[in-house]
């Protein structure tokens, strides 16, 4: 089945930087696009970034353009997010999911445990 698991995260001062990544597993990863959201308590989960499956066409949120960078490598299912200037209100669990498309198709795995990013002097 498929299995997404995220790492990378913790607690960072504002300006700091910190990457993510995600190890994809149960599914042909390089036929998929690769998200990452975020969610905060009492908040809807946000699209952050999306990536299409041979890194073409990638996609940011407006609130972390300039700041974020999506990235893949299919030899190894991994997916990235390097984030730079880090601000308190990055802070969030973010999540990875795996899409069909690059747009607007829905995310096709029930959501993992995520990795909690807090920033924060």
């Known amino acids: 089945q498929v299995q997404l698991v995220e790492s990378g995260g913790g607690l960072v001062q504002p300006g700091g930087s910190l990457r993510l990544s995600c190890a994809a597993s149960g599914f042909t990863f390089s036929s998929y696009a690769m998200s990452w959201y975020r969610q905060t308590p009492g908040k809807e989960r946000e699209l952050v970034a999306i990536?299409?499956?041979?890194?073409?066409?990638?996609n940011l949120a407006d609130s972390v353009k300039g700041r974020f960078t999506v990235s893949r490598d299919n030899a190894e299912n991994m997916v990235f997010l390097e984030m730079t200037n880090l601000r308190p209100e990055d802070t969030a669990v973010y999540y990875c999911n795996a899409h069909t498309s690059f747009g607007s198709s829905p995310p096709i795995s029930p959501w993992g445990q995520g990795t909690q990013v807090t920033v924060s002097s």
């Open positions: 990536i299409s499956n041979l890194s073409r066409r990638t």
